[in-house]
Structures are given as C-alpha cells and as structure tokens.
Nanobody, 122 residues
C-alpha cells in the first residue's frame, strides 16, 4: 500500500516555474514506477511524465518535453516535477501516481494522490 501527497502547486505567470513534490508513505516506494498526470476542467486526465523505479529512465508527453523534468529521491520517498516556461495551457490539477506497470495510461497506475492545483496566468 502506498499513500501519495502532492504539494507545490500555486499561481504563476506565464514563463514562470514551479516545482511539484509528491511524498509517498510505505516501505516499497522504491519498487514503483511513478508518474505525473494532469486534468484541466472539462477535460480528460492527461499523462505528463513518468520515471522508472530506479530513476534511470524518464518519459514525457510531447506537450511538456524540454520544459518539465521528473526526478525522484528514493531515500526521501519523494518524486518531483520541475516545471519551467509554464504556459496558460498547463493550468490543471496535477496528480502523482504509483504503479508497477509504467506507462502513459491512467489504468497502468495503482495508487493516486489527491492532486495539487497549478494555475498559469497569461
């Protein structure tokens, strides 16, 4: 069992940066691949980025490639999403997720956080 708690969301102007954190409880955190998803009002949940259990391999959605960076610190049971050059279209609730099957689909993840709001003003 893994419990996930996101933090670091907020209001930022276009072009700005934010760093999201996702703290995990449970002794098996390092066994899981981790992902970040986002959901804007009226839209489906969208894959953002993912990282393998050891942190050696990362995956990104085309829309964030080159602007966002996912990383993890297994000693701290935490995964991060560094977001730079933010755009208004990045506005959404951001969720972290944990799963053994690492991918870009929501159903590939077993555990989810409650989400943190990111709002980018123009």
């Amino acid at each position: 069992q893994v419990q996930l708690v996101e933090s670091g969301g907020g209001l930022v102007r276009a072009g700005g940066s934010l760093r999201l954190s996702c703290a995990a409880s449970g002794r098996t955190f390092s066994s899981y691949g981790m992902g970040w998803f986002r959901q804007a009002p009226g839209k489906e949940r969208q894959f953002v980025a993912a990282i393998t259990w050891g942190g050696r391999t990362t995956y990104y959605a085309d829309s964030v490639e080159g602007r966002f960076t996912i990383s993890r610190d297994n000693a701290k049971n935490t995964v991060y999403l560094e977001m730079n050059s933010l755009k208004p279209e990045d506005t959404a609730v951001y969720y972290c997720a944990a799963g053994y099957e690492l991918g870009s689909r929501s159903d590939e993840y077993d555990y989810w956080g409650q989400g943190t709001q990111v709002t980018v003003s123009s």
